[in-house]
Structure formats: C-alpha cells, structure tokens
C-alpha cells in the first residue's frame, strides 16, 4: 500500500506531471512521469475517469494501481512524479495484465526522464593502464 508520502494529492503536481513530455501508453493505460527533486519521496498519482465504469469498477481499477506503483516504488524511491490514467480497456483487464502494462509504461516513461548515462571510454581505459 502507498503511504500518504507518496501520494499525490495537488491539481497542481497533477497538471505539472501530464504536461511533462515523458509519457508512455500501452493498452490498459497511459502513464506520465516527470523529475522530483531528489530528496522527495517518489509521489504517484491516479486518474481513473468514469468512462473505466461504474464506482466499483472504478475503485478495484484505484486499488489494483496503488498496489502496482507500491511495487514499483522499491526501485525508484525518491526522485518521481508519476501519474498513471486508467484507459476504459482496464476495466476488463486481470491483475497480471495490468501489472504487465505498467511496468513496461513505468520503465519507458522512466527512461525518458533519466535518460541513461552514456560510459566514458577514456577514463576508464586510462584507469586499467595504471
């Protein structure tokens, strides 16, 4: 389960995090991610509108997320914004599906906003010459 750290609770943070250009679709959903600073807690949030279905559709839809990003903050634990919108194809998705879409959202949305660092070949060729 998210701690109240971790979630996002401000339109504000909400806004800022859509508008950001790091985003990644897949079936069930559309995830957003954007830099925290590094000494904030990794924050999620969730948009599950009402075309995903009823309240109770909508509500299992919340609590499968919260559960999925609780996993997903072990890796990332500082250092996020997340926003995770729920596509009306989520409705009907099992748990295992799910999972599957977010955390291939997850991990492109994420490379985009931490873009991996290339290796520096001549310091580490001088450093093996030594």
Do not use: C, W
């Amino acid at each position: 389960m998210l701690s109240g750290q971790n979630r996002m609770r401000s339109s504000a943070d909400f806004s800022t995090t859509v508008r950001s250009r790091a985003r990644s679709g897949r079936r069930n959903l559309l995830l957003y991610a954007a830099p925290a600073p590094e000494q904030r807690p990794t924050a999620f949030g969730f948009i599950v509108s009402k075309a995903v279905g009823n309240a109770v559709t909508r509500n299992l839809v919340k609590r499968r997320l919260r559960e999925i990003a609780a996993l997903s903050l072990k890796d990332h634990p500082e250092g996020l914004a997340v926003v995770a919108r729920a596509l009306p194809a989520a409705a009907t998705a099992e748990f295992p599906e799910l999972r599957s879409d977010y955390g291939k959202a997850f991990s492109a949305a994420v490379a985009r906003v931490r873009p991996a660092r290339p290796v520096d070949t001549a310091s580490t060729e001088k450093g093996s010459d030594e």
